[in-house]
């Protein structure tokens, strides 16, 4: 069965410090990846996936498939960054349900 | 991209009792899941609705328990029966197209 690991709970760094949360996975197969970002009082939302390969936020994730990773990167934190970071996975099958990560608390303070 | 409006956005209920959590989007979608989350815990899939078939449960959610309705294409219901204590959590919906979208979720206590 696939899982999806984020060994800390909480994160903090101060302002402009730079942030990795960690994901690590376990698939046989190939997974589609993604980080999926809840702030205070907002509904979860997606901040990047593996295939896009694109910068949010100044946020970057790279697959790694022989460390089976997908650590989320960035190089000046920002207050603003401060909310819950949940990885995510989903299954080459065609089946479309996500299974996530236990999700780490990120706070940046000032 | 797809707009989910979730009620109730929280209730408390008393133990024994059922709730109704409802799911509408503002798109046809052929798949609909249903997420619990727990306190502490990370989002866990309950089932996945679609339409015109019963829905498909993971394991340790049983449908006497948690029953769906998927009448729509753009509307779901998750019912938790016999509550107890135990079902205190945060129940979200989710649909996806190249990403997933939710629900604002609800709060579900249990006293």
């Known amino acids: 069965a696939q899982r999806v690991t984020q060994p800390e709970k909480l994160l903090s760094v101060f302002k402009g410090a730079p942030v990795e949360l960690k994901c690590n996975y376990s698939y046989s197969g190939s997974p589609e990846l993604f980080w999926y970002v809840q702030y205070s009082r907002q509904r979860l939302q997606l901040l990047l996936r593996h295939i896009s390969r694109e910068s949010i936020k100044g946020f970057t994730a790279d697959l790694n498939k022989g460390e089976t990773s997908f650590h989320l990167k960035k190089p000046f934190a920002q207050e603003e960054d401060s909310a819950m970071y949940y990885c995510?996975?989903?299954?080459?099958?065609?089946?479309?349900?996500?299974?996530f990560g236990s999700g780490t608390r990120l706070q940046v303070q000032p | 991209s797809a707009v989910i409006s979730q009620k109730p956005s929280r209730d408390i209920c008393q133990r024994g009792t059922s709730l109704t959590i409802q799911c509408q989007v503002d798109s046809q979608v052929t798949m609909m899941f249903w997420y619990r989350q727990q306190p502490g815990q990370s989002l866990t899939l309950i089932a996945t609705?679609?339409?015109?078939?019963?829905?498909?449960?993971e394991s340790g959610f049983v449908i006497d328990k948690f029953p769906i309705s998927r009448p729509n294409l753009t509307f779901s219901t998750l019912t938790v029966s016999n509550m107890s204590p135990e079902d205190s959590s945060i129940y979200l919906c989710?649909?996806?197209?190249?990403?997933?979208?939710f629900g604002q979720g609800t709060r579900l206590t249990v006293v």
């Open positions: 995510a996975l989903t299954m080459d099958t065609g089946r479309r349900a996500l299974t």
């Open positions: 609705a679609n339409q015109g078939s019963e829905a498909t449960y």
């Open positions: 989710s649909v996806r197209d190249t990403e997933a979208f």
